[in-house]
């Protein structure tokens, strides 16, 4: 290939076909100087010894003498729901952690909270590559919490959904004649083989935007309870009362939802607008699926879930 120059906006255009996961690197010199940019770069590099790379523009000069003097950094992984801290980090500010929970790992860098996966390392290697800067930075640990990440494609943010050809159920082994003649006649196992047909579409979607199942379950729950106490929670979502208070306790931290006085919780501002976004879901994938009934057997189809569950 020629060594042609580039329009640049077409190269960036062309680039930007490759989805990325976002992070914030972060980092804090010893005079308690901290930095923390939005980055879409970070990529593996070797798994032994365990290195890792991001690149940094060489404008970024007051950066890198940071890290430089730090020698560690951070790079934390962006989860689904934390558009707005990408948004932060990513402008000019001049307290970019103002309000945000963070913590200090190893050289002091900066952890925050709610992340898909963090990772504190100590400075490798700088390579001068063009007008960037590669910095290599060797692992010296890692916290993995299974959060869907935040992704990045063509110049917008993005969330991650299983393929739709992996979600195809393999067929079934052929049954004997009697034994299919019992399961299709069998009401309960009907129901357990619908509800599985179900979740197994509907799950991964709201699992995308960033929220565990039990957390989004207690967050829709708020939305339409006036008693958000945990005993009620735990009764309307059907889940264990560990599972009740962790929810709670994460979508506390991450503003939305408050403690009442009185007791119970309710939802934040923003937490209201997510449980909007997951009312929009639900009740998309709802028509969706029942898209070939009319309302009137919808209506008896209800009708006979409702009598089933006082029946219970």
């Known amino acids: ?21 976002i992070t914030v690197v972060t980092a804090q010199s ?18 032994d010894p365990p290195l890792v790379l991001w690149s940094l523009d060489k404008r970024s000069v007051d950066s890198l003498d940071v890290i430089r003097r730090a020698n560690h950094f951070a790079v934390n992984i962006l989860a689904a729901d934390q558009l707005d801290l990408s948004n932060q980090f990513a402008r000019p500010h001049s307290d970019k952690f103002a309000n945000i929970d963070y913590r200090e790992g190893p050289g002091r860098a900066p952890l925050l909270e709610g992340c898909a996966a963090r990772f504190h390392c100590t400075l490798h290697e700088t390579v001068d590559a063009g007008d960037h800067w590669i910095l290599i930075g060797r692992v010296l640990d890692f916290d993995d919490f299974g959060r869907a990440p935040l992704l990045y494609h063509q110049g917008a943010y993005s969330l991650v959904l299983p393929h739709p050809r992996l979600q195809q159920r393999p067929a079934a082994a052929p049954r004997e004649p009697e034994l299919e003649s019992r399961l299709a006649n069998n009401l309960l196992y009907l129901m357990l083989q619908a509800v599985n047909a179900y979740q197994s579409a509907y799950l991964p979607k709201q699992q995308a935007l960033g929220l565990s199942v039990s957390e989004a379950r207690v967050l829709i729950l708020l939305s339409v309870l006036e008693d958000g106490r945990e005993e009620r929670l735990q009764r309307e979502s059907s889940l264990p009362g560990s599972e009740v208070r962790e929810a709670l306790e994460n979508l506390e931290h991450a503003g939305l939802v408050a403690a009442q006085e009185g007791g119970g919780y309710r939802l934040s501002p923003v937490g209201m607008e997510r449980a909007r976004q997951y009312w929009a879901m639900s009740e998309q994938e709802q028509a969706q699926v029942f898209a070939e009934f009319d309302a009137s057997q919808i209506e008896l189809f209800k009708q006979i879930l409702n009598s089933i569950i006082r029946r219970a």
């Open 1 to 21: 290939m020629s060594n042609q120059a580039f329009d640049t906006h077409a190269l960036r255009r062309a680039l930007g076909n490759f989805a990325t996961g």
């Open 30 to 47: 010893p005079e308690g100087e901290r930095i923390g940019l939005t980055v879409n770069s970070f990529n593996s590099v070797s798994l």
